[in-house]
């Protein structure tokens, strides 16, 4: 686990150390405080190396860290000391607090557990061929309360279960199990407790975002916006094309079902009035209507009006 170098400072070692570090948030406009508790420092000396070109960490004593935060002329930063890194480490950027946060999480690798650790998430006991002979493990796995059976000489998980639940420890014997079945629950890297950028604190909870749901999200959102603004006739740059076409579209059909004849719409209106009298006709039986009836309506009315004369 990574620790302080636990050499004794002078005071004049302090006041530069203070000093260093109140210029480095000065000069840098997104501070982190980063959580290095159980990062080994192996691990710890190769995450520095990849992401140096965007971030700078720098750790000490936890008491010259706060010290640097209170001399530091920048409004709002005091409130990094709000933070709940049980190991702290200064982490200065370029890069805003999101995509520091996502660069940090890319960062981290898996790990064995080792028995005494807490679950970063819900650890499950997959299915398939552990490809573990039949044994002791057989009756674990079953306490784990994972369906299993022996099947060509290695154990089958027939059917998965959560073996330990995010939060709880990890126990020696359940890190057994999990190393035996080549799983490794764990992740080793940087932890960004808490963000400074331009006077405003980001917790770790805020930072932490699924992308690719966001990005879902403001699409969605964006095209909510457009219908809206085309149906309500707000007219921009973006929305101006469709509401137009739209216009063009409903002028159209109304002149055709109207009969208002214009140089784009003559042959259609014909067209339209043909398919109606052909509707029409297909409707009529001509030949059955007596046309001569008609003839002798008019002689008979003729007549009366001869007789009362």
Same mark, same amino acid.
Request: net charge negative; no cysteine.
């Given at each position: 686990?990574?620790?302080?170098? #636990?050499? @004794? ?19 840098? #406009?997104?501070?982190? $405080? ?34 640097? &935060? ?47 650790? &807490?679950?970063?998430?819900? $650890?499950? *006991?997959?299915?398939? !061929?552990?490809?573990?002979? #039949? ?37 020696? !014997?359940? %890190? ?9 629950? +764990?992740? =080793?890297?940087?932890?960004?407790? $808490?963000?400074? @950028?331009?006077?405003? &604190? ?18 969605? /959102? %964006?095209?909510?916006?457009?219908? +809206?603004? *085309?149906? /309500? ?9 469709? =509401? &137009?076409?739209? /216009? ?11 009969? =208002? ?15 109606? %009298? ?7 039986? +001509? ?23």
């Amino acid at each position: 686990m990574v620790q302080p170098k #636990p050499k @004794n400072m002078t005071r004049s070692q302090k006041e530069t150390k203070v000093k260093e570090f109140k210029e480095k948030i000065e000069e840098n #406009p997104v501070v982190g $405080i980063l959580d290095m508790n159980s990062l080994p420092s192996r691990q710890l000396q190769q995450i520095k190396k990849e992401m140096k070109e965007f971030a700078d960490i720098k750790m000490s004593r936890k008491t010259l860290m706060q010290l640097s &935060i209170d001399k530091a002329e920048k409004d709002g930063v005091e409130e990094l000391q709000n933070n709940s890194a049980v190991q702290p480490a200064f982490i200065f950027s370029e890069k805003d607090p999101f995509q520091l946060y996502s660069l940090i999480k890319k960062n981290k690798t898996s790990a064995a557990a080792q028995g005494g650790e &807490i679950a970063p998430s819900d $650890i499950e *006991v997959p299915e398939g !061929d552990t490809g573990i002979g #039949p044994g002791p493990m057989l009756g674990k796995l079953q306490q784990t309360g994972a369906q299993v059976q022996v099947d060509d000489g290695t154990i089958h998980v027939q059917k998965g279960s959560v073996m330990v639940e995010k939060g709880d420890t990890i126990t020696r !014997d359940d %890190a057994e199990i999990l190393n035996q079945l080549g799983l490794e629950p +764990l992740e =080793i890297g940087l932890d960004l407790d $808490i963000a400074y @950028n331009d006077g405003e &604190i980001f917790t770790a909870e805020q930072l932490d975002i699924d992308e690719e749901e966001y990005r879902e999200d403001v699409e969605s /959102a %964006a095209s909510m916006a457009f219908n +809206l603004a *085309v149906n /309500a006739g707000v007219i921009n740059k973006s929305t101006a094309p469709a =509401i &137009i076409g739209d /216009a063009v579209s409903k002028a159209r059909n109304l002149s055709i079902s109207e009969g =208002i004849p214009t140089d784009d719409t003559i042959e259609e209106i014909l067209a339209y009035a043909s398919s109606n %009298a052909q509707g029409v006709g297909s409707q009529v039986d +001509l030949e059955s209507v007596n046309l001569e009836t008609s003839d002798d309506s008019e002689e008979t009315e003729e007549s009366e009006e001869k007789d009362e004369e």
